[in-house]
């Protein structure tokens, strides 16, 4: 079985301020850890992945995401925050075997204060 | 057109109607799936087609019927739903069922 908790399902910041939106996972297998951004209105647009390799996920729109075993955790940062980052972000796992299907997580809605 | 594209955007549909919702996809993928958002809950996957073949069915009722004809196309079927149906319905595609899932902008569905 697998999950996954995003803590926070609000999170405010300052145009310009660090984002960082967390991630914590279960999963009895290696994961592979996704972050999909949806804005207002739209479908899931996949932000980045993480199978195997380099721990640090870079990722489009200026964001990364790091995958720590020893804590569960794939948080998702973006160094300086703008205005059009508003919007709701998805963490998602998938399960092992031939059939990865994805669980996402319940989302967090990021606001950016001008 | 590119990516993957589902119709209607929007619909509004009593107990008692009958409606589908198409999903394409121009990606050459193999696999589909059917997901269910709704307010305050997480993405629920509901069915999963791989080379045109339903691989899951998470236990979703029969008043709701997928097909898929072929690996491009996906239809759910829509037959006396409950206001409790009222979500976003997203589809997404993925090359092989272990790959990446793209989605579409999904159908807003409210029923009354």
């Known amino acids: 079985a697998q999950s996954v908790t995003q803590l926070g399902s609000h999170v405010s910041v300052s145009e310009g301020a660090l984002v960082l939106l967390r991630c914590n996972y279960s999963?009895?297998?290696?994961?592979?850890l996704f972050w999909y951004v949806q804005y207002p209105n739209q479908g899931l647009q996949l932000l980045l992945k993480?199978?195997?390799?380099?721990?640090l996920v870079k990722g489009i729109n200026g964001f990364e995401a790091e995958f720590k075993k020893s804590e569960t955790s794939f948080h998702l940062t973006k160094p300086s925050a703008h205005m059009s980052d508003a919007a709701e972000y998805f963490c998602?796992?998938?399960?092992?075997?031939?059939?990865?299907?994805?669980?996402f997580g319940s989302g967090t809605q990021l606001t950016v204060l001008p | 057109e590119t990516g993957v594209t589902q119709t209607p955007r929007h619909l509004v549909m009593g107990m008692t109607n009958k409606k589908s919702l198409k999903c394409e996809q121009h990606?050459?993928?193999?696999?589909m799936y059917w997901y269910k958002q709704s307010a305050k809950k997480p993405l629920e996957l509901m069915f999963v087609?791989?080379?045109?073949?339903?691989?899951e069915n998470n236990s979703v009722p029969s008043r709701f019927s997928p097909e898929c004809p072929n690996s491009s196309h996906l239809f759910l079927h829509l037959h006396t739903l409950q206001p409790e149906d009222s979500a976003l319905y997203l589809c997404?595609?993925?090359?092989?069922?272990?790959?990446?899932?793209?989605f579409g902008p999904g159908t807003r569905l409210l029923v009354l």
């Open positions: 990606l050459g993928h193999n696999a």
């Open positions: 993480y199978t195997t390799g380099a721990t």
């Open positions: 087609y791989n080379f045109k073949e339903q691989t």
């Open positions: 997404a595609s993925s090359r092989q069922t272990q790959e990446t899932q793209y």
């Open positions: 999963s009895s297998v290696p994961p592979y």
């Open positions: 998602a796992v998938s399960s092992s075997g031939s059939a990865r299907q994805l669980t």
